[in-house]
């Protein structure tokens, strides 16, 4: 699996797998163990985690989300040490140490929490997606 399968809905918890589009909308998958399907219609707001970056105040102006989750995983493996009783501070911290550039005014705790979520649910559910691009870089480093 990669990270343009993978989708979020708003309004719905969790990560879905892109099954296939419908008639009316897209086919989504959850990614847990129940594998419920739904479809996801025109006026559902279904974003695709690859087509997602975090703003940055450096000269591109943000980070595609996928080199943001792998930094999280080579720092921090299968513990980001953030639970979902963090204050706002430990959460931004977070991020400031991930992401040191980051757009103070356009990234907002509630951001960090659901990329923090996300990240947990792709370590769980979808580990490759987290390795496939740090296998690419490998790859460019080795040419």
Do not use: C
């Not at 595609?64 to 639970?83: C, R, W």
């Amino acid at each position: 699996m990669e990270l343009n399968e993978i989708a979020s809905v708003t309004g719905k918890s969790g990560l879905y797998k892109v099954v296939k589009p419908s008639r009316t909308g897209v086919i989504l998958e959850s990614l847990d163990n129940q594998k419920k399907k739904l479809i996801a219609h025109a006026h559902d707001r279904v974003s695709i985690l690859d087509e997602i970056s975090v703003y940055t105040t450096d000269a591109e102006g943000n980070v595609p989300l996928q080199d943001v989750l792998i930094t999280i995983n080579k720092e921090f493996g299968d513990d980001t040490g953030i639970d979902n009783n963090a204050s706002k501070e430990e959460i931004m911290a977070f991020l400031k140490h991930i992401l040191p550039n980051y757009d103070e005014n356009q990234v907002y705790p509630s951001d960090v929490k659901k990329i923090i979520g996300w990240y947990e649910i792709i370590r769980r559910e979808a580990p490759e997606v987290l390795e496939k691009k740090s296998k690419q870089e490998d790859k460019k480093g080795e040419k």
